[in-house]
């Protein structure tokens, strides 16, 4: 599965990773991911899904079913 969180859409990033001589080589920046199951009280169940904290942090203070429309997911099939 890829690293990607369900709800933000937050992927890995590419950067440089600069030595104390400045060559330049490629890392990469991967989100802070967790993977939590979350109580969907639309439809009375548990959702899993793998978000980033700070969209963890917006579901706490929104809910889940706010968040999920305001970012256009869809739900239903999770």
Do not use: Y
């Amino acid at each position: 599965m890829a690293r990607v969180c369900t709800l933000t859409g937050k992927r890995p990033n590419v950067a440089n990773r600069v030595s104390h001589s400045n060559i330049k080589t490629k890392k990469r920046q991967l989100p802070n991911l967790q993977t939590r199951k979350i109580w969907f009280e639309e439809e009375g169940r548990f959702v899993t899904l793998k978000v980033s904290t700070r969209a963890l942090r917006t579901l706490n203070k929104k809910g889940l079913a706010a968040f999920a429309a305001e970012q256009g997911v869809d739900l239903r099939g999770l």
